[in-house]
């Protein structure tokens, strides 16, 4: 098995004198990947396409994973869908360089660990739910309402009269 760190290493130095308008697709299906000590992703697939330009090498990256994390309602383990779609220059010259500052590296190795990193954690969700009608946790209880119902009764209580019900729990 290759290394972890080199799987999304790629040697592009054949493009580097093509002509303008050659391209390389480079294919993707990792069964585990460490992006590092806290981030590991399963089932990483996906294609990168380089195209020669004038300014330098155009990448295309589509890239989907999964990744075990926590529904924020009811606390249970689920594989989250993450999905990638970018593109960016590695430029030839500063001159040529982007915002992104990236520049062919002069061994032409390309590695796109750090922007795959990057675009899959824009891709997590800040709220992760198992499942959009996910009922929660009982407030009561604790209960997973996903998994059976609890039957406490609950007190209805128009939230502007919350501060006068705790007047009258004070006496």
Same mark, same amino acid.
């Given at each position: 098995?290759?290394?972890?760190?080199?799987?999304?290493?790629?040697?592009?130095?054949?493009?580097?004198?093509?002509?303008?308008?050659?391209?390389?697709?480079?294919?993707? $299906?990792?069964?585990?990947?460490?992006? $590092?000590? &806290?981030?590991?992703?399963?089932?990483?697939?996906?294609?990168?396409?380089?195209?020669?330009?004038?300014?330098?090498?155009?990448?295309?990256?589509?890239?989907?994973?999964?990744?075990?994390?926590?529904?924020?309602?009811?606390?249970?383990?689920?594989?989250?869908?993450?999905?990638?779609?970018?593109?960016?220059?590695?430029?030839?010259?500063?001159?040529?360089?982007?915002?992104? &500052?990236?520049?062919?590296?002069?061994?032409?190795?390309?590695?796109?660990?750090?922007?795959?990193?990057?675009?899959?954690?824009?891709?997590?969700?800040?709220?992760?739910?198992?499942?959009?009608?996910?009922?929660?946790?009982?407030?009561?209880?604790?209960?997973?309402?996903?998994?059976?119902?609890?039957?406490?009764?609950? &007190?209805?209580? $128009?939230?502007?009269?919350?501060?006068?019900?705790?007047?009258? &729990?004070?006496?």
């Amino acid at each position: 098995m290759p290394n972890s760190t080199d799987q999304l290493r790629l040697n592009v130095g054949f493009l580097i004198n093509q002509s303008v308008g050659s391209s390389r697709e480079f294919l993707f $299906d990792i069964p585990v990947f460490h992006l $590092d000590s &806290e981030f590991h992703l399963t089932n990483l697939g996906g294609m990168a396409k380089f195209t020669r330009i004038a300014q330098g090498l155009l990448a295309q990256v589509k890239m989907q994973a999964t990744l075990q994390t926590e529904c924020v309602r009811c606390l249970t383990d689920f594989q989250q869908e993450l999905k990638i779609d970018f593109t960016e220059l590695y430029a030839f010259s500063p001159n040529s360089i982007t915002d992104s &500052e990236l520049l062919v590296p002069e061994n032409a190795q390309i590695n796109l660990r750090p922007l795959v990193r990057e675009y899959m954690l824009l891709d997590v969700p800040i709220n992760p739910l198992c499942s959009q009608d996910c009922k929660g946790l009982c407030s009561i209880c604790g209960q997973n309402l996903n998994e059976s119902t609890c039957h406490h009764e609950v &007190e209805a209580v $128009d939230p502007r009269l919350s501060v006068l019900k705790s007047l009258l &729990e004070k006496k």
